[in-house]
């Protein structure tokens, strides 16, 4: 049975939902709950990191020391730099600036990529001296018989979040060319919004890897 | 139509935002170069972090504007975390020896 509240451009609307509003709340509760899932997700490899720092505060503190501040430090502005605009994005999406969409979703993308080449930089650079996950693990420059227990946590925690990062990038391209046929105005934008929530989580993931990796006193 | 409804983040916010998480950002690396006892240190990055985290969920997914069912999930997410952390540690903290991955 058709709609009888359908209006003129509403055909992204699936008849189970009442209108427009409804299904954009439905889908956005739907990614918070997805959210919920990869903050436990994650979760997972934060206690591991607790449960051994707890055990091996001098080695924590001594495998720190090998990453570079300066690039960690970057990757955050850059991240920072990323959420900001894909939030400008999904404003010019309720603003029906198509061309601001495109922009602010490219923004979006380039940074996206720029903390991937930091952090290939920054694992090349450990992997070429030896410091690999787990038994591949040959680096000497740490004098703990538990060496290699902080940079496998490095690496599937940095892993993961990087993996996001791609997933990411692969979600806004794809964003990028629906935007490009038209798809999203002000009247419809749910997909730029949800896209633009998983991508704060990938940042707010990072503000917490940054100073527990990085930063340890 | 009701998508009017929506609200658009006012420009000023999410620039402040930004703003706001870069002087956080440049105040958790300055803190790492000061000698604050433990477990200070470490606080002082969390408490950080969190106010950083704050600021990215309230604004950049504008939670401050939107349904609370939101915040709630995002609440209850963290109430679980801390509770897997708090459980797992009333086991790991109290054993005689830790778990050996590599020997």
Same mark, same amino acid.
């Given at each position: 049975?058709?709609?009888?509240?359908?209006?003129?451009?509403?055909?992204?609307?699936?008849?189970?939902? &009442?209108?427009?509003?409804?299904?954009?709340?439905?889908?956005?509760?739907?990614?918070?709950?997805?959210?919920?899932?990869?903050?436990?997700?994650?979760?997972?490899?934060?206690?591991?990191?607790?449960?051994? *720092?707890?055990?091996?505060?001098?080695?924590?503190?001594?495998?720190?020391?090998?990453?570079?501040?300066?690039?960690?430090?970057?990757?955050? &502005?850059?991240?920072?730099?990323?959420?900001?605009?894909?939030?400008?994005?999904? *404003?010019?999406?309720?603003?029906?600036?198509?061309?601001?969409?495109? *922009?602010?979703?490219?923004?979006?993308?380039?940074?996206?990529?720029?903390?991937?080449?930091?952090?290939?930089?920054?694992?090349?650079?450990?992997?070429?001296?030896?410091?690999?996950?787990?038994?591949?693990?040959?680096?000497?420059?740490?004098?703990?018989?538990?060496?290699?227990?902080?940079?496998?946590?490095?690496?599937?925690?940095?892993?993961?979040?990087?993996?996001?990062?791609?997933?990411?990038?692969?979600?806004? &391209?794809?964003?990028?060319?629906?935007? *490009?046929?038209?798809?999203?105005?002000?009247?419809?934008?749910?997909?730029?919004?949800?896209?633009?929530?998983?991508?704060?989580?990938?940042?707010?993931?990072?503000?917490?890897?940054?100073?527990?990796?990085?930063?340890?006193? | 139509?009701?998508?009017?409804?929506?609200?658009?983040?006012?420009?000023?916010?999410?620039?402040?935002?930004?703003?706001?998480?870069?002087?956080?950002?440049?105040?958790?690396?300055?803190?790492?170069?000061?000698?604050?006892?433990?477990?200070?240190?470490?606080?002082?990055?969390?408490?950080?972090?969190?106010?950083?985290?704050?600021?990215?969920?309230?604004?950049?997914?504008?939670?401050?504007?939107?349904?609370?069912?939101?915040?709630?999930?995002?609440?209850?997410?963290?109430?679980?975390?801390?509770?897997?952390?708090?459980?797992?540690?009333?086991?790991?903290?109290? /054993?005689? /020896?830790?778990?050996?991955?590599?020997?």
């Amino acid at each position: 049975m058709a709609n009888i509240n359908a209006t003129p451009g509403e055909s992204h609307l699936a008849h189970h939902f &009442v209108d427009s509003e409804q299904q954009f709340d439905s889908s956005k509760l739907g990614m918070w709950i997805f959210l919920v899932t990869e903050v436990l997700f994650f979760g997972g490899l934060f206690v591991a990191y607790i449960v051994y *720092r707890s055990w091996n505060p001098e080695l924590f503190y001594m495998s720190a020391k090998e990453l570079s501040t300066i690039m960690g430090a970057i990757n955050t &502005v850059v991240l920072i730099g990323s959420s900001l605009t894909i939030a400008l994005a999904v *404003r010019a999406a309720q603003l029906n600036q198509q061309a601001n969409i495109s *922009r602010y979703l490219i923004a979006t993308i380039l940074l996206a990529c720029v903390f991937l080449v930091i952090k290939y930089f920054e694992y090349t650079s450990k992997f070429a001296v030896g410091i690999l996950p787990g038994e591949l693990y040959t680096y000497t420059g740490i004098d703990h018989p538990g060496a290699p227990i902080f940079f496998s946590i490095y690496y599937m925690m940095t892993g993961l979040h990087g993996i996001h990062v791609i997933i990411g990038i692969g979600l806004m &391209v794809y964003l990028l060319v629906k935007t *490009r046929q038209g798809s999203y105005n002000a009247a419809y934008f749910t997909p730029v919004e949800i896209t633009a929530l998983y991508w704060h989580l990938v940042d707010l993931i990072w503000i917490f890897l940054f100073p527990l990796l990085y930063l340890i006193e | 139509m009701s998508s009017h409804e929506h609200h658009v983040i006012d420009l000023k916010y999410l620039l402040g935002a930004a703003a706001g998480l870069i002087i956080l950002t440049i105040l958790t690396v300055g803190a790492s170069y000061v000698e604050i006892p433990r477990p200070f240190d470490l606080l002082t990055a969390m408490a950080l972090a969190f106010g950083k985290a704050t600021l990215v969920a309230a604004v950049f997914m504008g939670l401050i504007w939107d349904k609370k069912i939101n915040t709630m999930a995002l609440l209850f997410s963290l109430l679980f975390f801390f509770l897997m952390i708090g459980i797992t540690l009333l086991d790991t903290l109290f /054993r005689d /020896r830790p778990f050996w991955i590599y020997n």
